[in-house]
C-alpha cells in the first residue's frame, strides 16, 4: 500500500517514525525529465504552464498533484488557476481562492520549481475568462463587477491574460474578437498577455492582436483531468517558453511583462521571429560535408531539440523538402548544381498570423 | 480547454445550452475495455477492486475519478474506502464519511458500475487496518474504540475485510499475525475477507488463514494517486474476481460472503482448486494435432485471456516447459515417444500458501 | 549469442546435441497472437497476406522472417511474391524463382501456417504488376511476352491477381484504368483478384472494377523489409479477410476463385454487403438496457473485434455519431423521444466505390 | 508499395525516372538518432557493433540492412563478421566471405557509417570463435588450420577478438577458460580484445584476463535477426565505446589496439576506472544548492546521458541510496548533520572483475 500515516492519539511515536521514513524516501525521489528545449543567447528557457485547475473548482486532482506533474515534466513554472466565479464542489469544499497557493508555496519551493500565484477570473463573453497572475490574493480579487475584478488585478501588480479568447461556447464561430470592454483594457496597458493555443485550439489571429498591441504572447494546458492521460508519452502539454535573464521568480515576471516569449504546442512552435529564429539555430547546427562524389554533396544536419523541424520549399535542384526530426541527425545529399543559398521556410514555426519562419542551411 | 460551465446570474440561458451541450458528448464518450477473464460454468465473474481512496482522506483525486477508471479498466464493481481516523485534509475539505458515496451513486449507476459503500477503520496494529464493505452509513462506523467499529459495521450487514496484515508500517517483518482480536473476530464469525495481495505486496500466508478459517481470499489496489500512472499499460491493477449468480450488488454481496473468489495480481492469480481449475480450463484450449511425422506430433493450445500461463515440471520426453502468452496460440511439439498424460504444473497459479495449480493438456 | 551450429568435421557429435538442443527449445516457442476478427456463419474467417518479397528478389529478408512475421501476427495464410522479372540481387544470389517455396514449405506446415506458392509478374502499364498464387511452379511462369506469363499461370491453374493498379510510378495520377490487356483477361475469365488496397495506397475504383466483373477484392502488404518496423504496434498490416469453408489449403483457394473476400487496412473494412454486414454483427452487440430514467435510456454496445467502427449520421434525437472502440464496451445514452429504429451509416466499413455500411442497433 | 524499380529492356526511361525519384527521396531520409553518451575529455566517443551476421552466413537479413538499423541506432562503426566455416545458405548463396563488405562499402560511406572489414573464424573450443577485425580480404583468412586463420589476420594487420568466450554450447559451465591456444596468442600479442558482453551474456571474469594481458574490452550484438525486434524500444544493443582522437576508420583502430573501450549492455557500463571515472563526470553533474531549511540543503542533480547511474552505501546521515535516473534531473535533500564527502558506489558501473566505481557529489 501507499504510505498513509495514522493519527490516533496513542500512535505519536509511530507517526513520527513513519513520517521520517517519507521524509527519507522522498529525499531523492523526484525525477525532472530534461526536455531539450535550448536557451536563447543572453537568456534561460523558462518552460511554463499558467492555466492549470484542480478540486478547488472544477479540477479532478489535489494541488500538490499539479506541482508533481510540472516536475516530471520537466517544467520551470506553473501557477494553479482555479476559477473564481465557478465553483462546483463547493457543497463539500468551502470555498478559498488561495487555498491551492498556500497548499503548494512551500511544497513548490522544496522542489525547485517556481509557483505563480494565480486565478481565473470567469465571465460570460464579453469579455469571457482572464487569468490573473503573479497577484498576492486571490480572495481580494472576487467582486461582483468584472471591471472590478481587473482594477484589483492591476492594483496587486498582476498580468493580466486573456484565457481561450475564440472558445467555441462562447464564441461559436471560434473566431476571436476584441470587444470594447478588450479595447478598453487594451488602452489602459491593462492587457498583457493572451493565449495562441490552449488545449486543443489554436487561435492564429490572436498573434496579429498581440503583435499590434505589444501583448505577450500564451500557451498554456488548461487542464482539469490527468495531464498524463491528456497528454500521452511522447506528447507533451501546450506551454509557453519564457525568455528570462535568470530562472527566478521576478525574472520571469519581468519576462513575461517584456513579451518575451514563444508558445509550443504539438510540433508547433509560435513566436516572433526575433526569438523564433535564434532558437531554431541553438536547435539545429549544419555539420561540415562529410563526402562527396562528382555530383553530389553530403552533409548532416543536427537537431538537438525535442522539435522536430519540417523545411519546405527548397530551392532549385535542392531537396524540395527535409524533415529534421527531433534529437536526430538528418543526412542531407546536394547536387552541385545548386548555387543559390540553401533556403528554407520551417514549416512548422509560426512567425505571425500567415507567416512562417525562413532560414538557411550554411554547409 | 475543457468544457466547464459558468455560474453566473445572468448565464442561465449559456448553462443550459452547455449542459446540453457537454450531456450530448457524454452520451457515448465512456468506453470500458473489454478484459479477457473468462466466466465460470454457472457464474458471472465480476472484476473488483475494493480499496481506493480519494481527496476525502489522503487519496489524491476527486470520487467521481475512481468511477471514471474502473470503467476504463472493465471493472464490475469497486468500493471507495476513506480512512475513517485518517483526515488529513481536513483542514481544506470538512470530514464527512459518506461524502464519495453521495458524490458517485448515481454517476456510477448511470455508467452501469457497481458502487459498494465502504470505509476503512485504520488502527495501529493489533488490529490494523480493516475496510467495511457493503455498508449503510459510514459516520455511524466513525467511533472511539475499534471494537464499537466492528460491531456497527456487522449490524449494518457488511463484510469486514483485513488490509494489508503484514504491512511493514505496523509488521517490520512483513509477516502477518492473528493477533488475539483477530482470533475473536474469527470466532464471532465478523472477519469475512483478508488481502492475500494489496498494492505490490503479497501476504502468502493469508492463504492458509483463509483456508483454515473459511475467510474470503481479496486482493485490491489500495491506490491513493492516479491508476494509469501507478499501473502503465500493459500491466493490470491487482483485483479480486469474484464469481457471482449474476451481475449485480447483491450478487457480488452474497459471492463475498460466500467465499468464491479468486486474487489477479501482476501474472498471477491465487484461488481454491475449485475455481482454479475451471477457471484455467475457460482461458486454454487444447486443439486437435494439425501435423506429425515420424517423430513428432504437432498441436496448438489457445490461451484466450489476458493471463499468460507457465507450464512447468514436464513429464518425460515432454518439453520441460511450455509457456502460453496471454490472447496467443502456442504451438506444441510432442515427441511420439511420450506415453503417459501431458501433466504440468502452473508455476503463476497459487491454490495454497506453498501449493500451485496442476493441470493436464489433453490432445 | 543466438544458437548458431558449427560445421567442422570433427564435430558432428556436437552439432548433433546442439541441434537436439534448438529442437527441445522451438518446441513451444511460437507464439500466434489471437486476433479478433470473427467467422461469419457457415465460414471461417481466414486473415492473409498474398504480397511478400524476400532477398530472392528486391526484399530484404530470408523467405523463413516471412514465416514467422505471419504466425507472430496471427495470420493463416500467406504467398512469397518475388518479382520473376526484377532481381537485383542476381550478382549475390543466382535466380530459383521456386527458392522462396521450397525452403519454406515444409517450414510453414510444422508451423500450422498456410503457405500459397506464388511470384510477381512485374511488367509496365499496361498490364503493370500481377501475381500469380496457387501455382505450383514459378520458373515455368517466367516467359518473354506478358501473355505467355498469363496463359501458364491459367494452364497451372493459378488465381492472377493485378497488383497496385494505380501505382503513381506506373499511373502518374494514380488512378487505376482498364486497358485494352485487361479488358481481354476479364472477358477470358482470367482476371480473378484486383488489388483495392497494397501498402499505404487505397484504389476506390477497384471496388466498382470488381463488382462489374465479378473479380475479387484483395489488399495485401507488399511489404519489402521488415513487417514490425514498418506496422509499428498497434498498427497491423493490410490483409484480405477470406471466408473459407474450413481452414485449409484448398478451402481457401475456393474462397478466393468464389469472391468471398474483404480488405482490412487500417481502421477500415472493404467488402460487399453480403459479407460486411454480418461481420459487423458478429463483431458488435447490443446489450438489453440497464438503467433508465424519465428522459433517457441506457445501454451499452460491446465491440469485441479489434476493429473500432465509427457509426455516423444519427437519427433525430439520437446521438449523432458513436464511436465503438476496438475490444470496448460503448455506453449509450438514448433519449426517450428518439421513436424511429437506431440507424447508422459506419464511416469506416466501405461497401462499394462510394457506399458505406448501414446498420442499425436494436436495443 | 515500396519504390521497386522494374528492369525490362523496354523499359529504360522508367526506369531512370524512378531512380531519379528514388534518388531524390532519400536524399533526406536517413535519420540517425542522437545518443546521449558524451565524449571524454580529449576524445570522441564512437559507439560500435563489432559483431554482426547476415544471410551470408546464418543471419536473416540482407547486409545492406545491418547500415540501416545501425544509422537508426546513432552508431559510429559497425563491422559485418559473418562465419566463414558456417554458411548454411551455400546451396542457395554462393559462398564469398567479401560479399557483405562489396555490398556495404560505397552505402556506409555515404552515409557516414565507419564500417570496418571483418569476418568471424568459427571453431570448436578451444579455442572457440574469434572475429577478425580491420581486416583487408576475409576469402584469404579461410584456411583449414585455425591458427592459419589467425596468422592471416595477423598478416592482414587486423584486430583479433575471441567472441563469448564463455558460450554454453562450448563451455557448458558458461566459464570462460584460458587454454593453451589462447595463451599463445597473448604471448604472441595476436589477442587484441575479448567481449566481455556478447547478445545477453556478461562474463565478468573477462574483465581480469583483460586487465592482466593487456587486451581491449569489447562488447556486441552478435545479432542474427532484427536489431529492432532483439532490442525493442527503449532498450538498445550491446556496445563498444572505443575513445577515438577522431571520428575516423584510422582513429577507432588505434584507439582499439590501444584498449580505450568502454562496454555498455543493459543499463550497464564496464570499463577501466581512467576511462569509467571520467566518464561518469561528463554525464552527472551537481548544481549549487537552491534552497535550504534549518535541517536540510537541497540541491539537483543532472544526468544528461541515456545511462541511469544507482548510486548505493551513501554515508551516515545521506541518502543511502540515489537513482540518477537517464536525462533527469533529481532532487537531493541532505541533512545538515552530514559532515564528510558525499561519497557513493555506483552500482551498475563496473571497473573490474568485482568492482565498481565510487564517486563524490560535490554540493
Redesign the interface.
Known amino acids: 500500500?501507499?504510505?498513509?500515516?495514522?493519527?490516533?492519539p496513542?500512535?505519536k511515536k509511530?507517526i513520527l517514525t513513519?513520517t521520517l521514513?517519507i521524509l527519507?524516501v522522498?529525499?531523492?525521489t523526484?525525477?525532472?525529465?530534461?526536455t531539450n528545449l535550448p536557451d536563447l543567447p543572453g537568456y534561460v528557457t523558462l518552460k511554463c504552464d499558467f492555466h492549470l485547475?484542480t478540486?478547488f473548482?472544477?479540477?479532478?486532482?489535489?494541488p500538490?498533484?499539479r506541482v508533481d506533474e510540472a516536475i516530471r515534466d520537466?517544467l520551470d513554472a506553473i501557477s494553479i488557476t482555479d476559477?473564481l466565479?465557478?465553483t462546483?464542489?463547493k457543497d463539500?469544499?468551502?470555498v478559498?481562492h488561495n487555498?491551492a497557493w498556500k497548499?503548494c508555496e512551500a511544497y513548490a519551493?522544496?522542489?525547485?520549481l517556481i509557483l505563480v500565484h494565480g486565478t481565473e477570473i470567469?465571465?460570460?463573453m464579453p469579455p469571457g475568462h482572464f487569468n490573473a497572475l503573479f497577484i498576492k490574493d486571490a480572495n481580494l480579487i472576487a467582486k461582483d463587477s468584472v471591471w472590478d475584478n481587473f482594477e484589483e488585478v492591476i492594483k496587486q501588480g498582476g498580468f493580466l491574460q486573456w484565457?481561450?479568447p475564440g472558445?467555441k461556447?462562447q464564441e461559436p464561430d471560434g473566431i476571436p474578437k476584441l470587444y470594447d470592454m478588450h479595447k478598453r483594457l487594451i488602452k489602459n496597458g491593462w492587457l498583457h498577455g493572451i493565449e495562441l493555443y490552449?488545449?486543443a485550439?489554436h487561435y492564429p489571429l490572436v498573434f496579429s492582436f498581440c503583435e499590434e498591441n505589444n501583448i505577450t504572447l500564451i500557451g498554456n494546458s488548461?487542464?482539469?483531468?490527468?495531464i498524463?492521460?491528456r497528454y500521452k508519452e511522447p506528447e507533451h502539454r501546450p506551454m509557453t517558453l519564457v525568455f528570462a535573464k535568470e530562472r527566478s521568480h521576478d525574472s520571469l515576471k519581468e519576462a513575461m511583462f517584456a513579451g518575451r516569449t514563444m508558445v509550443y504546442f504539438g510540433e508547433k512552435l509560435a513566436g516572433r521571429e526575433e526569438f523564433a529564429k535564434p532558437f531554431f539555430y541553438q536547435c539545429v547546427a549544419v555539420r561540415k560535408p562529410?563526402?562527396q562524389n562528382d555530383k553530389t554533396i553530403?552533409f548532416?544536419v543536427?537537431n538537438?531539440s525535442d522539435v522536430p523541424f519540417y523545411l519546405v520549399n527548397g530551392v532549385k535542384d535542392a531537396?524540395?523538402?527535409?524533415?529534421l526530426?527531433a534529437?536526430?541527425?538528418?543526412?542531407?545529399?546536394?547536387s552541385k548544381k545548386v548555387t543559390s543559398p540553401l533556403v528554407y521556410d520551417v514549416n512548422n514555426v509560426i512567425t505571425g498570423e500567415k507567416k512562417i519562419l525562413q532560414i538557411e542551411l550554411k554547409y
Chains 1, 2, 3, 4 share one sequence.
Open positions: 500500500m501507499t504510505i498513509h500515516t495514522i493519527q490516533l496513542d500512535m509511530t513513519l521514513l527519507a522522498s529525499l531523492v523526484a525525477q525532472k525529465k530534461i485547475h478540486v473548482s472544477d479540477g479532478q486532482v489535489w500538490l498533484n520537466g476559477h466565479e465557478y462546483p464542489k463539500f469544499i468551502p478559498d487555498a497548499l519551493q522544496e522542489r525547485n470567469t465571465r460570460k484565457n481561450h472558445w461556447a490552449n488545449d485550439s488548461d487542464v482539469h483531468g490527468i498524463s492521460e562529410y563526402y553530403f548532416e543536427t538537438k531537396p524540395a523538402a527535409i524533415t526530426e534529437n536526430s541527425v538528418t543526412r542531407v545529399a546536394v
